[in-house]
């Protein structure tokens, strides 16, 4: 897998984490909910939020050590003019 069909995928999964984030913020936020459920949904909710954190170091790691990367990352002439 190229780097960039990667960095297409990673988006797609950081995309799907927003709605899954939300989605448990707003059952979260339910007054209805026992603390069974409320202790399931954290869980998840901290879960999804650590999964993200892996993605972000991930692309960190890929734009650090991934030439077409660096190739592609504009340079201070590229910004200025």
Known sequence: MDVEMMCGLMHDINDALNVAVGNLDLALEASTLGRCNRLCLEEALHSCLEIAEYMVRLRCEL??????????????????N
């Open 63 to 80: 734009r650090t050590y991934s030439p077409a990367v660096q190739a592609s990352r504009p340079t201070s002439s590229t910004i200025e």
